[in-house]
């Protein structure tokens, strides 16, 4: 029988263990999110994370742009927002409609990086010294140890873009587990996704996996979400791979609240690198 990791239970943990810390906080932390163009499920993402913070009495400051806004005024918002001291997390919501993702994320102050996106963070991880580290990647940590699975000598495999992949990549190995990146438009999917003791799927295509594609007693992280008919579903068809994983995240209600609640965490992080 599938066991379902419940995110939502988790995140509910982290986030009232934030809500506590920024109550002690004598100036409070205050995210700054960028959002550009009318993309529907990024608007609803910047909402659910303007929530969160709100609910952890963390500021909220959202600054939205047409989706033909200009590379140069998105990076000099950027960098107002990186002299003012108020603003202590900076987050521009990808995918850009057209700006180029890497020059934007590199305008911002790597203290205030709250995605963990910025190169010099990717960097110190890279050098074990871990500052600021992606949310989705941190999230998906924790939802892999909940499994209390022995983890060291497993196998995984990340149907994803290298954005999401790199940091996810190296906290894997340090856990002993090694990875292999495959594109979703990879002839040999099928054989590839079966090799994964560990099968984490963010490509944003519904039923892009279904339990013949998932090695037998898989743990399986379904990070895609996609609305189809009102309905949100994953990248995973989670009614065949409950016949072969041991463990799924379900969608809604597995990554997504994780990534949120890890948010919080890094805004206290980043805070904390200013104080
Ligand atoms: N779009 C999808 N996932 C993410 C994320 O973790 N951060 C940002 N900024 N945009 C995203």
Same mark, same amino acid.
């Given at each position: 029988?599938?066991?379902?990791?419940?995110?939502? &239970?988790?995140?509910?943990?982290?986030?009232?263990?934030?809500?506590?810390?920024?109550?002690?906080?004598?100036?409070?932390?205050?995210?700054?999110?960028?959002?550009?163009?009318?993309?529907? !499920?990024?608007?609803? =993402?910047?909402?659910?994370?303007?929530?969160?913070?709100?609910?952890?009495?963390?500021?909220? /400051?959202?600054?939205? =742009?047409?989706?033909?806004?200009?590379?140069?005024?998105?990076?000099?918002?950027?960098?107002?927002?990186?002299?003012?001291? &108020?603003?202590?997390?900076?987050?521009?919501?990808?995918?850009?409609?057209?700006?180029?993702?890497?020059?934007?994320?590199?305008?911002?102050?790597?203290?205030?990086?709250?995605?963990?996106? #910025?190169?010099?963070?990717?960097?110190?991880?890279?050098?074990? #010294?871990?500052?600021?580290?992606?949310?989705?990647?941190?999230?998906?940590?924790?939802?892999?140890?909940?499994?209390?699975?022995?983890?060291?000598?497993?196998?995984?495999?990340?149907?994803?873009?290298?954005?999401?992949?790199?940091?996810?990549?190296?906290?894997?190995?340090?856990?002993?587990?090694?990875?292999?990146?495959?594109?979703?438009?990879?002839? #040999?999917?099928? /054989?590839?996704?079966?090799?994964?003791?560990?099968?984490?799927? !963010?490509?944003?295509?519904? #039923?892009?996996?279904?339990?013949?594609?998932?090695?037998?007693?898989?743990?399986?992280?379904?990070?895609?979400?996609?609305?189809?008919?009102?309905?949100?579903?994953?990248?995973?068809?989670?009614?065949?791979? !409950?016949?072969?994983?041991?463990?799924?995240?379900?969608?809604?209600?597995?990554?997504?609240?994780?990534?949120?609640?890890?948010?919080?965490?890094?805004?206290?992080?980043?805070?904390?690198?200013?104080?």
């Amino acid at each position: 029988m599938v066991q379902i990791i419940n995110g939502r &239970e988790i995140a509910r943990d982290i986030r009232e263990k934030i809500r506590e810390r920024v109550e002690q906080m004598p100036i409070k932390p205050k995210l700054a999110v960028i959002l550009v163009g009318d993309d529907e !499920a990024s608007h609803l =993402y910047v909402g659910l994370k303007q929530r969160a913070c709100e609910e952890a009495g963390i500021g909220f /400051e959202l600054f939205l =742009y047409p989706a033909d806004a200009s590379e140069p005024e998105i990076v000099s918002k950027i960098q107002e927002l990186n002299a003012r001291t &108020e603003v202590t997390g900076i987050l521009v919501q990808l995918p850009l409609p057209s700006q180029n993702a890497d020059r934007v994320v590199l305008a911002i102050d790597p203290k205030k990086d709250v995605d963990g996106f #910025h190169p010099a963070n990717l960097e110190n991880l890279k050098n074990d #010294h871990p500052t600021l580290v992606s949310a989705t990647a941190l999230g998906i940590m924790k939802l892999i140890t909940a499994t209390n699975e022995e983890l060291r000598g497993k196998q995984a495999v990340l149907v994803s873009g290298e954005r999401f992949a790199e940091p996810l990549e190296i906290l894997l190995a340090e856990q002993g587990v090694a990875s292999e990146v495959v594109s979703p438009d990879d002839p #040999h999917l099928k /054989e590839k996704t079966q090799q994964g003791d560990i099968l984490i799927v !963010a490509v944003g295509r519904p #039923h892009l996996i279904n339990g013949e594609m998932i090695k037998n007693k898989a743990i399986v992280l379904d990070v895609g979400t996609n609305k189809i008919a009102e309905r949100t579903i994953g990248d995973v068809d989670q009614e065949s791979a !409950a016949e072969a994983a041991s463990w799924i995240t379900p969608v809604p209600g597995g990554v997504g609240p994780m990534t949120v609640a890890m948010l919080l965490v890094n805004i206290t992080k980043a805070w904390d690198l200013q104080k």
